[in-house]
Nanobody, 115 residues
Framework: QVHSVESGGGLVQPGGSLRLSCSVSASLFTLRPMNWYRQTPGKHRELVAA???????NYADSVKGRFTISINNAQNTVYLQMNSLRSEDTAVYYC?????????WGQGTQVTVSS
C-alpha cells in the first residue's frame, strides 16, 4: 500500500528554485506533524522542515529563510518550496508522517544542485 508519493525533484543550477510535492493518502493526511527529510550518501537522514497541526513550522538552520513547508488540505498534499538552492542542498528528499505505531516514508525524490 502506497502511503505517500514525492515528486518535483530534478537538476537545478545554484540559486534556482524547486517545489517538492508529497501526495499523502487520505488515511494519513490528518496526522501531524508532517516532515521533510533529506539524505546524502553515507549520512543519516536530516530533518529539513516540519509543520504541525496548528500550522507552526520548523526548519533546519541550514535552510531557514530559503525553504518553506506548506499544506494543501484540499489535495492531501504537503509541499516544500526551495529557493536560493545551493550545492549542499543536493540530496534525496523524503516526506515523512508518523502515527503512534508507524513511521511512513515515501520513495524519495532526488534534488541535484549543480552548474
Amino acid at each position: 500500500q502506497v502511503h505517500s508519493v514525492e515528486s518535483g525533484g530534478g537538476l537545478v543550477q545554484p540559486g534556482g528554485s524547486l517545489r517538492l510535492s508529497c501526495s499523502v493518502s487520505a488515511s494519513l493526511f490528518t496526522l501531524r506533524p508532517m516532515n521533510w527529510y533529506r539524505q546524502t550518501p553515507g549520512k543519516h537522514r536530516e530533518l529539513v522542515a516540519a509543520i504541525t497541526s496548528s500550522g507552526r513550522t520548523n526548519y533546519a538552520d541550514s535552510v531557514k529563510g530559503r525553504f518553506t513547508i506548506s499544506i494543501n488540505n484540499a489535495q492531501n498534499t504537503v509541499y516544500l518550496q526551495m529557493n536560493s538552492l545551493r550545492s549542499e542542498d543536493t540530496a534525496v528528499y523524503y516526506c515523512n508522517i508518523n502515527s503512534p505505531s508507524n513511521a511512513y516514508w515515501g520513495q524519495g525524490t532526488q534534488v541535484t544542485v549543480s552548474s
